[in-house]
């Protein structure tokens, strides 16, 4: 039992990057730990390259996440002209790119989206915290700067509701209800495609493995995405521990 920082993510587009090889861009199907991270460094005002600041925040939090709506893949098509690559050269904006680039050549490329997610985001404290609840959550009301859903492109469609939670269990935290995003809990689960007599929710979390509690005899799958990062300025990565369970959501939840 500990207490937690609880907020909403919804949006009509996310992109919640992967490991990238080549011209693509793929996302995951849920915020990896690097936007959660960059989304309350924004809120902070921590700027990019504020590398100790930012080592701070992040050896100060831990998230857990719970899928309420799986979302749909977009996939969007890019053609790119960028100039022959010069080690002679280098180039400042895009604009003297092109400008002074000379000879153009086209990159092709491709770039993945989430639709209409939603997902609740528990944020919990470390031993080592140095920026309180309070702060987190002055940061997502009144963010330094635009927060957004893994690109700039893809900004929030509601209010993020960051709510401080006393003590509870990580279960809690992750069922705390929000209000309906289209008038009402049922036009909702019509909206976005959650009828039927088998609606489920998705619980990702770090650490302990029973740190869900009673999930009865379903099946936890443990994975390690590469989503911790390592070093901002090389856009470098590790791996870590990360749990998620699949349950069947309640009629009265």
């Known amino acids: ?14 992109s919640w990057g992967q490991p990238a090889v080549g011209g693509d861009r793929h996302t995951g199907v849920i ?3 690097s936007a959660l991270l960059g989304l309350l460094g924004a809120g902070l005002g921590i700027k990019r390259d504020d590398q100790p600041t930012l080592t701070m925040l992040q050896k100060s939090v831990q998230f857990s996440i719970k899928q309420l709506v799986p979302s749909s893949l977009l996939r969007d098509y890019h053609t790119t ?3 022959v ?6 180039y400042h904006t895009r604009k003297q790119e092109i400008d002074l680039g000379g000879e153009l050549k ?4 491709s770039r ?4 209409d997610g939603i ?8 031993n080592d915290a140095m920026f309180p609840f309070e702060q987190l959550q002055q940061a997502l009301l009144t963010p330094a700067y635009p927060l957004c859903l893994g690109r700039k492109s893809c900004p929030p ?3 993020l509701m960051p709510t401080i939670l006393e003590p509870c269990s990580l279960k809690q935290a992750l069922d705390t209800p929000f209000p309906a995003i289209t008038g009402s809990e049922k036009s909702d689960r019509y909206w976005f495609g959650c009828v039927g007599q088998h609606r489920v929710a998705t619980y990702y979390w770090p650490g302990d493995k029973a740190a869900l509690g009673n999930i009865d005899n379903n099946v936890v799958i443990t994975t390690q995405p590469w989503d911790e990062p390592l070093n901002r300025q090389r856009w470098q990565f590790t791996q870590r521990i990360m749990h998620q369970v699949t349950l069947p959501i309640l009629e009265d939840e």
């Not at 993945?112 to 639709?115: G, K, P, V």
Request: aromatic share 12%; with cysteine.
């Open 31 to 33: 915020p990896s730990r």
């Open 106 to 109: 086209t990159v092709l490329s």
């Open 119 to 126: 997902w609740v985001v528990a944020v919990s404290l470390t």
């Open 112 to 115: 993945d989206y989430r639709c």
């Open 85 to 90: 690559h010069n080690n002679k050269r280098r």
């Open 1 to 14: 039992m500990q207490p937690y920082l609880v907020f909403r993510l919804y949006g009509a587009m996310a």
């Open 157 to 159: 469609a509601l209010p």
């Open 81 to 83: 002209q960028v100039a």
